[in-house]
């Protein structure tokens, strides 16, 4: 039989695996490939952003809960999922912001977590590998830690002279940062809801965009079609119970709007072993042929 691929999306709390490519990671997995989520943090320092779980218990029981909902998101999704244990960092807040408490994820030296990934790198094998780009997608001190744990354990889980303890070398064959929050997607979904004479929860983002930041849709280089899967992440996402309001922006654009408008989730790619042609619309693109060569 033919090897089957493999693919892992690496990520700073709970949650994110459902926000952030959560309908393609469904797609793939259904299309019978193996993939696994790690998740850096146990998402402690999170909030109650729903209103129905602001309830007595919950804020005492969060690491509890949090883990709970991840299993459930991971099982929707359909992958396999692995906690690379460290301690949420939190979102500063302030000026100036406070520091850091210690120990936690942001503030660990570089080589511990990577060792850490390494080893899971290692122990799945993955052919592609997801992650941030270097601004974590938004400046959350974990996602941007996220982001140089990932590239150092790409690197160095190829590697026999690092990390020996970590197991055998694996090098990945592809690495792609994942860019949701374009301002061109936007801009789409905002103009959409109003022509349908629907309210729209972009224009306060809109009007406030920066207009200096580059669009992260600049960067993209591969859209994986994946409409059929967004039923999927909503699921998965409405399975962080304490994230993600049901009545929030994150379901506001009605599915057949996103399916006729943005039917992708779009990534960049960054590492590639393999030869491949951009634009592409398969996050394993050249993979196959490298593995069933």
Partial sequence: MAERLRLMTVHAHPDDESSKGAASTARYAAEG???MV???????AGSILNPAMDRPGVVEKMPEIRREE??????VLGVQHRWMGFVD????????PPPLPEGCFARQPLEVPTAELVRLVREFRPHVVVTYDETGGYPHPD?????????EAFDA??????????GKPWQPLKLYYCHGFSRRRMQLFHDSLLERGLESPYEEWL???????PDPYERVTTQIECADYFEVRDEALRAHETQIDP????????LDIQRAVWPTEDYELVRSLVDTTLPEDDLFAGVQERVHA
């Fill in 89 to 96: 960092s939190g979102l500063p807040e302030g000026d100036p």
């Fill in 38 to 44: 790690v998740t850096c943090t146990g998402g402690e």
């Fill in 33 to 35: 490939n193996d993939m």
């Fill in 143 to 151: 996602h941007v830690k996220c982001h140089e744990v990932s590239m």
């Fill in 207 to 213: 009007r406030k965009w920066d207009g200096s930041r």
């Fill in 247 to 254: 009545n929030s922006r994150w379901f506001a654009v009605p």
């Fill in 157 to 166: 889980s190829g590697d026999p002279e690092r990390f020996p303890e970590q």
């Fill in 70 to 75: 991840m299993a459930r998101a991971a099982e």
